[in-house]
């Protein structure tokens, strides 16, 4: 099982990007989803995270401006970041929780970073 990570890149304050997530390989089934960033000199912080039954929820600081959404069918996730500022420069990582077909438990994977810089 992978996680595949796109859609990063470099867009000026006020803009908007879309950051996607893939997974592959046997999949049983996929669960708690997330985004997470890590910003030079700082800890990974969660940006949003939703369930299998679609519940979300947000960071203080992308509240109202990012939006976390999943099509179960494709084993894909989504991240719409509108509004960006400078300070949501890092590099972002996806996370899930996925149980695989031969595995009675599910086990957390995470997909290599993608850089998003916003720039002022």
């Known amino acids: 099982v992978q996680l595949q990570a796109s859609g990063g890149g470099l867009v000026q304050a006020g803009g908007s990007l879309s950051l996607s997530c893939a997974a592959s390989?046997?999949?049983?089934?996929?669960?708690?989803m997330g985004w997470y960033r890590q910003a030079p000199g700082k800890q990974r912080e969660l940006v949003a995270a939703?369930?299998?039954?679609?519940?979300?929820n947000y960071a203080d600081s992308v509240s109202g401006r990012f939006t976390i959404s999943r099509d179960n069918a494709k084993y894909l996730f989504y991240l719409q970041m509108n509004s960006l500022k400078p300070e949501d420069t890092a590099v972002y990582y996806c996370?899930?929780?996925?149980?695989?077909?031969?595995?009675?438990?599910?086990?957390?994977?995470w997909g290599k970073g993608t850089l998003v810089t916003v720039s002022s």
């Open positions: 390989g046997s999949i049983g089934s996929m669960n708690r």
């Open positions: 939703i369930t299998s039954g679609g519940s979300t």
């Open positions: 996370n899930a929780v996925i149980m695989a077909v031969s595995s009675g438990y599910g086990m957390t994977y």
